[in-house]
């Protein structure tokens, strides 16, 4: 009896220190974090720590802003440690964790705080080019990045600064969603406009908007010619006044401007010029036979400039007709201008050849030291009764029942 | 004598001399046009790009109210579509640590921290297989020029399994908020900065809908002439009335019916199916059936990657017909856990479990459950789904244990006996199979065990059917022949005995 008392109660005691050996494990087993900071600055080295007396090494895992890993643990003086992996730490937001433990799944959380630093100012302005008039506007983007291409803080203060004509301006903004802004509105002058910024102490590079003249004002033209003559050789020069914006601004080169010239029978010529320093030039031949135009310049549905009147004065008053060779050679001249002189070269003849009172040909020539020739062949032409009219510088001759043979 | 034998000879030879040459001409001219079959010409000109939909997470955009220019939908679609796109590569990437696709993506600057987590994967044999299900995007700024935009991504749900040595080592869900500066450039929206501001585990806490007046009496339908193919063209609302009338009239209160995958168009779901699907809804009203219905039949790709295209097709089903009178329940998956051996067991039970969070993120009124094939998994994710549904084809004889083994296991649910029944198919195939009495005893068997546990149920099925899919049980001609078979009516439209059983 007492031998079995004896052996129950070592069995007890057997069971009552496993017991307490199992609690032993237990509270071995028992993780806790050490570490106590959730802010750290950006770059800064980072550890988590937690207690651990076993050789238990469990995985972290741990998730930033671009991505996930798993971290492995390294035992200091019955603490494990993880280091947070240097692409984490350097990189800012919110990093989330979790302990890979059956029993022990803590999970947490800390902040990695951006640097009130800049390392880069990368600016992006646009659209490069804005019209003057104080309407219109292009915005300075600025993304401060610190030295670990980090954006800034939210809150910093960036100093946007741009220089036009006498002004020079500074404004101070700040750092929202990661960028500072500012529209900068363009002034009543034309012209070109300087842009930075400034944060920390760190400039970015210096940009460069175009301010462009806004849209044309209406114009004055005027006109310039050798003589008065409708000699079909000279040219007239047409001219705009400088053209400028309501602003006064001289309006871009390049501005196009389009002379609508009307004529007599109420035909339109057309020529066109760009502007220099706001004047615009084009040019038209004079007419060989005398006329009246009426001009007026456009630019396209922005501006138009007055009417001129430009009168053209006939300067052949009449030319005579030479048939020869069976009347198969037709010599038209001597075509004289207005001091007699023999016409330049290159005044249109026209003949025209009608059989039986129907038209059967058209033949074209342009005058050379002052005459014209036409030959007619017989292959084409054949013997018979042919009425001829001839017309140039607006002036027509007839020639009926000219005999060819 | 010796004449005609010649004759039939000599016919013999000259019609086997012919018939080579025509095979020989035949084959000759097979390989002549196959060789000048090209690309289709009109492919030169790459006239259509079709734009393949890999990843489409939910996106619902904060009203627009952003700094800067205004912006159009235009501009805010393809925003968008590089954002998703920036996300669908980060999650390839970072699922084979290889860097393909990222520099579409992310500048220069950008993209150096993707590459940094990349070699560190790499090195520690760490592999991510990621999505995201939900986004939620402010536009803060847009820049003048149209070059530059700021958003704030909040409450983006990201679900991520974490493998080290090709093992599952963590299942997370994470809800965060990111803030991301977008560059143009070289025509891609790209990530220039990414923030992440806010994070924390996502707590799906879906609503629990009440079952109490669940008392479902039911069978699962398909219609005799096209089973597995109710909504192709056969499609007729006269032949499923004229059923839908036998079932009410048999006593029976509900239909279980399928919506194929496929069949439904994948994540963008054709609209003629949603009409057939609501026409047959419209039916059983007028029948006074409830009508559970199987999400995602014949699917069976788990992978992640598939998540969002998969929650697409549920959302547009889920809330095309989420307010019909005739919805009794969601069935999210037909026997899932058939899919375990060969997709993963976690694949699957986390794609189920984070589709029954989408589908009770749109419809919060009807319950949900899933259609085990069998009772010992009817307890996976049994406090997700609203009601439990098993299928039993085992011996009944093992039913009473099953049962209250179950009963046991999942004590404050409903049970749904949603599948059960017996093919009376004996024949070539299967010489010793089931009669018609066997069938009708089975069905009268059942019944009483269904009556003594208070379950609920769901009979399978309506017809025997004369033509059985091979996807539905495969090629065999012994498994589909018995498929055939598990009517209450013939092929003829003949009553059989078990006809009698179809409810209690």
Same mark, same amino acid.
């Given at each position: ?259 609508? /010239?009307?004529?007599?029978? =109420?035909? $339109?010529?057309?020529? !066109?010029? *760009?502007?220099? #320093? @706001?004047?615009? +030039?084009? &040019? ?68 025209? /050849?009608?059989?039986?009172? =129907?038209? $059967?040909?058209?033949? !074209?020539? *342009?005058?050379? #030291? @002052?005459?014209? +020739?036409? &030959? ?30 | ?504």
């Amino acid at each position: 009896m007492q031998l079995k008392l004896t052996y129950l109660f070592l069995f007890g005691l057997i069971l009552v220190s496993s017991f307490a050996m199992v609690q032993q494990n237990e509270s071995a087993t028992k993780i806790e974090l050490l570490s106590t900071d959730t802010n750290f600055e950006v770059g800064q080295t980072i550890v988590l720590k937690f207690s651990a007396s076993q050789n238990d090494k469990p995985l972290l895992y741990c998730s930033n802003s671009y991505g996930s890993t798993l971290i492995s643990a390294t035992i200091k003086n019955e603490t494990l440690e993880f280091l947070i992996p240097e692409n984490m730490s350097k990189k800012t937001g919110v990093v989330n964790w979790k302990l890979l433990h059956n029993t022990n799944a803590l999970s947490g959380k800390f902040s990695i705080q951006p640097k009130a630093e800049v390392a880069t100012m990368e600016t992006y302005i646009g659209p490069p080019s804005i019209e003057a008039g104080g309407t219109d506007y292009t915005m300075l983007v600025v993304i401060p990045t610190d030295s670990l291409d980090n954006p800034v803080p939210q809150n910093t203060l960036v100093n946007a600064k741009h220089q036009f004509l006498d002004s020079e301006e500074s404004e101070a903004i700040y750092t929202n969603n990661l960028i500072a802004f500012k529209n900068i509105y363009s002034k009543k002058e034309s012209g070109r406009m300087l842009i930075s910024s400034e944060s920390l102490g760190v400039n970015s590079k210096e940009f460069t908007i175009n301010v462009a003249a806004a849209i044309p004002t209406d114009f004055t033209i005027s006109a310039a010619r050798p003589h008065d003559y409708a000699d079909g050789n000279q040219i007239t020069t047409f001219s705009t006044s400088i053209i400028k914006d309501k602003q006064n601004n001289v309006v871009s080169d390049g501005t196009f401007v389009t002379f609508f /010239i009307k004529n007599q029978k =109420q035909n $339109i010529l057309k020529t !066109t010029g *760009t502007t220099i #320093n @706001g004047v615009a +030039t084009a &040019k038209m031949i004079h007419p060989d036979f005398a006329d009246d135009w009426k001009i007026t310049a456009y630019v396209d549905s922005m501006s138009e400039s007055n009417s001129i009147s430009l009168n053209y004065k006939q300067v052949i008053e009449d030319f005579e007709v030479a048939f020869e060779d069976n009347n198969r050679t037709i010599t038209i001249g001597p075509l004289q201008s207005f001091m007699q002189q023999m016409i330049p070269d290159g005044l249109y003849v026209k003949l025209n /050849i009608y059989k039986d009172n =129907q038209l $059967i040909d058209t033949l !074209t020539k *342009t005058s050379f #030291n @002052g005459y014209v +020739t036409f &030959k007619l062949k017989p292959a084409i032409y054949q013997d018979g009764d042919y009425n001829f009219s001839i017309s140039t510088a607006g002036l027509t001759k007839e020639f009926n029942s000219k005999k060819l043979w | 004598m010796v004449g005609p034998n010649r004759n039939i000879l000599r016919t013999i030879l000259i019609a086997s001399y012919i018939m080579i040459v025509a095979l020989i001409i035949y084959g000759v001219s097979a390989v002549f046009s196959y060789l000048n079959t090209g690309a289709d010409r009109s492919t030169m000109l790459h006239t259509e790009i079709q734009k393949i939909e890999q990843y489409l997470p939910k996106v619902e955009w904060e009203p627009i109210q952003n700094e800067g220019r205004s912006i159009d939908d235009q501009t805010l679609n393809t925003i968008q579509s590089n954002y998703l796109d920036a996300w669908y590569v980060k999650q390839i990437a970072y699922n084979t640590n290889k860097t393909a696709g990222i520099k579409d993506y992310y500048t220069d600057s950008a993209r150096e921290n993707l590459y940094s987590f990349i070699e560190l994967n790499k090195a520690e044999n760490t592999t991510i297989e990621a999505t995201t299900l939900r986004h939620n995007p402010t536009l803060e700024f847009f820049s003048e020029d149209g070059q530059l935009a700021v958003i704030t991504d909040r409450n983006v749900i990201e679900y991520k399994r974490i493998f080290k040595a090709d093992s599952l080592v963590l299942e997370i869900k994470e809800t965060s908020s990111y803030k991301i500066v977008f560059l143009l450039e070289d025509g891609f929206w790209r990530i220039r900065h990414m923030v992440k501001e806010l994070t924390e585990p996502t707590n799906d806490n879906p609503k629990i809908v009440s079952v109490d007046s669940l008392n479902i009496k039911g069978i699962n339908y398909y219609p005799q002439a096209n089973p597995w193919d109710m909504f192709g063209d056969a499609f007729s609302t006269d032949i499923i009335s004229k059923d839908f009338k036998i079932i009410k009239d048999a006593g029976l209160n509900s239909v279980r019916l399928f919506v194929q995958y496929d069949d439904f168009g994948k994540e963008h779901v054709h609209t003629e199916k949603l009409k057939k699907l609501k026409q047959t809804l419209d039916v059983a009203e007028a029948y006074n059936l409830g009508v559970v219905l199987t999400l995602f039949d014949f699917y069976g790709d788990y992978s992640v990657m598939s998540w969002t295209l998969n929650q697409r097709h549920a959302e547009t089903i889920v809330d095309a017909v989420k307010d019909h009178n005739a919805l009794l329940a969601w069935d999210i998956k037909n026997e899932p856990n058939l899919d375990f051996e060969s997709r993963g067991k976690e694949n699957v039970i986390a794609w189920l479990d984070n589709m029954i969070d989408l589908v009770k993120s749109v419809d919060d009124t009807h319950p949900v459950t899933i259609g085990w094939s069998n009772t010992q998994s009817a307890t996976i994710l049994k406090d997700k789904v609203d009601f439990v549904s098993f299928h039993y084809y085992e011996d009944l004889e093992d039913l009473d244990e099953a049962i209250k083994s179950m009963k046991n296991d999942i004590p404050d649910k409903p049970l749904v006996l949603q599948e059960f029944g017996l093919s009376s198919y004996s024949g070539f195939w299967k010489p010793f199979g089931a009669s018609d009495e066997d069938q009708a005893n089975y069905h009268k068997k059942i019944q009483e065990h269904i009556a003594t546990h208070g379950l609920q149920f769901m009979s399978w099925t309506l017809y025997d059917f004369t033509e059985i899919p091979t996807e539905v049980v495969g090629k065999l001609p012994w498994r589909k022949n018995a498929q055939k078979h598990f009517g209450f009516i013939d092929k003829n439209g003949a009553k059989k005995a078990s006809f009698k059983y179809i409810s209690n």
